[in-house]
């Protein structure tokens, strides 16, 4: 356009209409041909068609079908506390945290885990219809991190978790964990079991075993949650996660269904755990002293109680006199499983049920004795 308006000014028949007439003539053909140039554009950038999928996956089928049928029986837990102004002295309830649970039964028990409800006053159950309980306590094991709650669902209601097994998983069979992470509505996660028999530290000089390594995200809202197998049975419960940051990193752990199977009935049962117990006394600072002393490894019983299966089937404590200390037994095996703390006793303890019978590996003298004990209730 320039150029021919230059050439126009130029010539010496110049006019002021034929000027305008000019541009106005070479902008409506420039304009014309840009129109053109981006209704193609337009045309072959924007407008894109839908292409048709084939029908999903044999294995994405299963894991939909794997949620759709489980969600139901999965709820939120929603915690609170009751905090009394230290000025007007009135009580008010403050939010505490969140995490997940499941439907145990057909009379509304849920089972979650014991650092869900912990420290707070209050609990309220929200099921995936969208129907909100307050909830009872029923009992807790914070040695296990379970907690047993219930609520009052008179209709409609969810179906309980279908129960798996434990002791059979393998390494690399997939898992899936479904919670209700941040509140942010039901989720479903998946992976597989890394490991197996996972030690984690406890409250109480206890250790958890037997746990599920997987690497199924596990966020803090997934607490409590049921970690499925492939067939959508409960073969654990979410706990936690191994992470410096709080959030998931591949490493997470579920106490394992066995483990829920031995627990939560007692808990309903009884409202606590009683762990099975051989009826001696331990101490475990005394016992390490000792084991440095004598240089042997193992739990060195201190005394054994009077009227006990471990009196019964003729264990010895220390015996003081007045030449000082003799050693009485000192375990080192249970059922041939190796015991070299009193952590490991009590854990491998609660494997048993109360009136089972071990047998127990003592260093008596110097020398090794096999004893059977009848296990008899930790209270």
């Given at each position: 356009?320039?150029?021919?308006?230059?050439?126009?000014?130029?010539?010496?028949?110049?006019?002021?209409?034929?000027?305008?007439?000019?541009?106005?003539?070479?902008?409506?053909?420039?304009?014309?041909?840009?129109?053109?140039?981006?209704?193609?554009?337009?045309?072959?950038?924007?407008?894109?068609?839908?292409?048709?999928?084939?029908?999903?996956?044999?294995?994405?089928?299963?894991?939909?079908?794997?949620?759709?049928?489980?969600?139901?029986?999965?709820?939120?837990?929603?915690?609170?506390?009751?905090?009394?102004?230290?000025?007007?002295?009135?009580?008010?309830?403050?939010?505490?945290?969140?995490?997940?649970?499941?439907?145990?039964?057909?009379?509304?028990?849920?089972?979650?885990?014991?650092?869900?409800?912990?420290?707070?006053?209050?609990?309220?159950?929200?099921?995936?219809?969208?129907?909100?309980?307050?909830?009872?306590?029923?009992?807790?094991?914070?040695?296990?991190?379970?907690?047993?709650?219930?609520?009052?669902?008179?209709?409609?209601?969810?179906?309980?978790?279908?129960?798996?097994?434990?002791?059979?998983?393998?390494?690399?069979?997939?898992?899936?964990?479904?919670?209700?992470?941040?509140?942010?509505?039901?989720?479903?996660?998946?992976?597989?079991?890394?490991?197996?028999?996972?030690?984690?530290?406890?409250?109480?000089?206890f250790s958890v075993e037997h746990l599920i390594q997987t690497d199924?995200?596990?966020?803090?809202?997934?607490?409590?949650?049921?970690?499925?197998?492939?067939?959508?049975?409960?073969?654990?419960?979410?706990?936690?996660?191994?992470?410096?940051?709080?959030?998931?990193?591949?490493?997470?752990?579920?106490?394992?269904?066995?483990?829920?199977?031995?627990?939560?009935?007692?808990?309903?049962?009884?409202?606590k755990y009683t762990p099975p117990a051989l009826g001696i006394e331990?101490?475990?600072?005394?016992?390490?002293?000792?084991?440095?002393?004598?240089?042997?490894?193992?739990?060195?019983?201190?005394?054994?109680?009077?009227?006990?299966?471990?009196?019964?089937?003729?264990?010895?404590?220390?015996q003081i006199s007045d030449r000082g200390w003799v050693a009485g037994?000192?375990?080192?095996?249970?059922?041939?499983?190796?015991?070299?703390?009193?952590?490991?006793?009590?854990?491998?303890?609660?494997?048993?049920?109360?009136?089972?019978?071990?047998?127990?590996?003592?260093?008596?003298?110097?020398?090794?004795?096999?004893?059977?004990?009848?296990?008899?209730?930790?209270?």
């Amino acid at each position: 356009m320039c150029v021919i308006s230059r050439l126009i000014l130029n010539t010496k028949f110049f006019n002021k209409r034929i000027l305008c007439t000019s541009i106005m003539n070479t902008l409506i053909i420039f304009s014309s041909v840009f129109m053109m140039t981006n209704s193609q554009a337009t045309e072959n950038t924007y407008i894109r068609h839908v292409t048709p999928r084939g029908d999903l996956a044999s294995d994405e089928k299963n894991t939909i079908a794997l949620f759709e049928n489980s969600r139901d029986s999965v709820v939120y837990i929603s915690t609170s506390s009751l905090v009394r102004d230290p000025w007007t002295r009135n009580v008010f309830s403050t939010p505490k945290g969140t995490g997940s649970g499941f439907i145990w039964d057909d009379i509304g028990h849920v089972v979650t885990n014991y650092h869900v409800i912990t420290g707070a006053n209050e609990a309220m159950v929200k099921l995936a219809d969208g129907r909100d309980y307050k909830a009872n306590l029923v009992g807790t094991s914070q040695i296990h991190d379970i907690a047993v709650l219930k609520i009052g669902v008179d209709f409609k209601r969810p179906p309980p978790v279908p129960i798996g097994t434990s002791d059979d998983l393998k390494v690399g069979q997939k898992v899936y964990a479904i919670g209700n992470p941040f509140g942010l509505d039901w989720t479903l996660t998946s992976g597989i079991v890394s490991a197996l028999n996972r030690s984690l530290a406890a409250s109480e000089g206890f250790s958890v075993e037997h746990l599920i390594q997987t690497d199924a995200a596990i966020n803090p809202g997934n607490s409590g949650g049921p970690l499925l197998d492939s067939a959508g049975r409960l073969i654990g419960i979410n706990t936690s996660i191994y992470s410096p940051s709080g959030a998931s990193a591949g490493i997470g752990f579920a106490i394992p269904v066995d483990t829920v199977m031995r627990v939560v009935p007692e808990l309903i049962k009884n409202g606590k755990y009683t762990p099975p117990a051989l009826g001696i006394e331990l101490d475990q600072q005394v016992n390490d002293r000792l084991t440095a002393m004598t240089g042997k490894s193992g739990v060195i019983i201190l005394r054994v109680k009077p009227g006990s299966t471990a009196e019964k089937a003729g264990l010895s404590g220390i015996q003081i006199s007045d030449r000082g200390w003799v050693a009485g037994d000192i375990i080192v095996a249970i059922n041939d499983k190796e015991i070299n703390s009193i952590q490991k006793l009590l854990s491998k303890l609660d494997d048993y049920h109360v009136g089972d019978r071990v047998k127990l590996t003592v260093i008596r003298n110097n020398s090794k004795h096999d004893i059977d004990v009848i296990l008899q209730s930790g209270n």
